[in-house]
């Protein structure tokens, strides 16, 4: 980095691996590959392990190009140009409205709270939180519940201005806490839209002190004892909440990401456990912590005094919408590591299969399949914690196959592998990826699809000339799903399960978009698959959906300058991918500064509910502080829309 001062404030945790793992000094790597290598040469250097059009885009998977050109568009809609403004645009016929913002009362005991310094700490709690990302929506006797996650917190912003962002106190270190986890509301559509339905029953804040309860096959480890719960199945909260999923029995999950940030230690001498230390470093895990700052004044988040706290982060969580009181349960069987969201789909025998991404440079994609048949109305214990935890392989044949993570393979214990389970991937040689985010599932084809949002350092080398490795050491060369060094853009990976059966061992893959930049970068990979044009393209994929009509919904957080290699893109925004055709449409932009995430539909289909995280400019209200929310969108002729 420069030698300017970096404010850590104002980092995201993306940027703060960056600052803890920085880049090469040079940048220039990237506009050296794209001179020397032309999109023939990157297609004819595809074609010579068998696949190279599928790599592309219009490949394998989708329908032929002829084809595509003959069919219909499946899009309602006429797409939008980018844009690089302070608001929300859809297309025309489409309206949105604000349904909940952060600050907003789900009590009418905190009408009023003011979102800036001045909020009370005893209300924090009490109101829809900041920053938001996934979210389900259920419907449960004819009343529509919304769940939703609140991924992180803007010291700065929520307290006192004079502190710079740093917590003063335990008071301040718990209003920050209390600003994230989770929203579980009820709404109502009114003829004023869609709103929240203040004092609902329904309506609850589930944050980093809520109690929960750590279920699976590490439950109860001596990795996961601490002095306050020697049982080692007792948490407090769910920290990180980005990606979401939904389970076929109604209950919400939500999923531990930079979990590790939250985290320091009062003793940058303290020393560790080999083994977890070990894992510190894996997970990212430092003395300093990051801009949280939780260590300082609450003891549980000092590595120092609480080393086992970690390992009781950065999993998936289940809640029941539907029961206000129950106490949301930690399933260790899904595995810990940086999780993004989780698809749930049921095996051709009534299996549970979940996929998962992990969000690091370099990290994995994983899949669990569990031992137990769901049955409706039937017992789901165990569904989601006993069964065998794969991670993918991806070979150049456009084949790949999931790699079982057992004690036999792994040489660690079953908690060991469920606990330090990026460990246990990288024994397996599995592929390193440019960072999963969501995956989403097709519920009409047996396959389904990772946004890997993007990796600068693929194929790249450090200051000494090394290869750039993931914090486990293993090496990040490009590889055929992650085929671009430097990758800025990201790409949409796709996989059909073998025998039409998710619970598979082995699928068949293509690139469904290699996002890109056909302006800046034509003749080059770095133009993107031929899906990708002037009128559609966009960098890091990242928030994904698949509709109940096959279409697939797609969300960016990216670089929004508009300049460079991002010149023609604009704001963030979501797209529309017909996977038959492969065509792709954009369908809305989001204010600039924002993240567009998070995307659910109401029970009768005729409302999209979607969420904008850190938004610049003074959006939505205008009063000068811009606020995360989740907005309605609606067809003005109230027709379907998904
Ligand atoms: Fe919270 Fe990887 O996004
Ligand atoms: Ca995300
Ligand atoms: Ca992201
Ligand atoms: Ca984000």
Known sequence: MSDHQIDI??????????????????????????????????????????????????????????????????????????????????PEGYSWNVVAKWGDAL??????????????????????????????LFSFQ?????????????????????????????????????????????????????????DSPFNRRIHHNTPMQIVGPA?????????????????????????????????????????????????????????????YKRYGITAEGFRYQYHVHDARFDTAKNPNEPHRAGYIVEIDPTKPDSVPVKHTGLGRFKHENAAVVLAADGRIVVYMGDDERGEFLYRFVSNGIYTPGGSTDGLLDDG?????????????????????????????????????????????????????????????????????????????GKPRANAGGDVMDPNPVNPRAKNNFGQIVRWRAHGDDHAAATFDWDLYVMAGNPTVHAGTPYAGSPNVTQGNMFNSPDGMQIDSTGLVWIQTDGEDSNEGDYAGMGNNQMLAGDPVTGEIARFLTGPKDSEVTGLTWSADRRTMFVGIQHPGGSWPTGNGLPQSAIIAIKRDDNALIG
């Not at 009023?112 to 924090?124: I, N, Q, R, W």
């Not at 529509?144 to 740093?166: C, F, S, T, W």
């Not at 599932?441 to 047996?446: D, E, G, M, S, T």
């Open 9 to 90: 404030q104002d980092l995201s945790a993306d940027e703060w691996d960056e600052l803890n793992f920085p880049r090469p000094a040079t940048n220039d790597f990237d506009r050296v590959v794209e001179a020397a290598i032309s999109r023939r040469g990157f297609l004819s250097g595809l074609l010579a392990f068998g696949s190279g059009a599928a790599v592309m885009g219009a490949g394998l998977l989708n329908s032929t190009s002829a084809q595509a050109q003959a069919a219909v568009s499946r899009f309602a809609f006429t797409p939008i140009a980018m844009q690089t403004d302070f608001d929300v645009h859809v």
């Open 107 to 136: 009590f009418s005991d905190a009408d009023g709270y003011d979102v800036t310094e001045g909020g009370a700490v005893d209300k924090s709690d009490r109101i829809f939180g900041e920053n938001t990302d996934g979210m389900e």
């Open 142 to 198: 004819g009343r529509q519940i919304i769940a939703i996650n609140h991924e992180y917190v803007n010291n700065k912003i929520n307290l006192p201005a004079a502190q710079d962002g740093a917590p003063a106190n335990a008071g301040d270190v718990l209003k920050l806490q209390q600003l994230q986890g989770v929203t579980v509301m009820e709404i109502a559509e009114t003829d004023a839209g869609w709103t929240v339905v203040k």
């Open 219 to 279: 439950a109860g480890h001596d990795l996961l004892k601490t002095e306050a719960d020697q049982t080692g199945t007792l948490s407090l909260g769910t920290m990180n909440n980005c990606g979401s999923g939904r389970t076929p029995w109604g209950t919400y999950l939500t999923c531990e990401e930079n979990f590790n940030g939250y985290f320091g230690s009062t003793n940058a001498d303290a020393t560790y456990d080999p083994a977890v230390a070990a894992g």
């Open 388 to 464: 065998v935890l794969s991670v993918a392989k991806f070979t150049e044949d456009g084949k790949g196959e999931w790699v079982a993570l057992t004690p036999a393979a792994t040489g660690m214990t079953l908690p060991e592998i469920l606990v330090f389970t990026r460990t246990a991937a990288s024994k397996v040689g599995a592929t390193t990826m440019d960072r999963p985010e969501w995956v989403a599932v097709n519920p009409l084809a047996i396959e389904a699809y990772c946004c890997l949002t993007n990796n600068a350092r693929r194929g790249a080398t450090d200051d000494a």
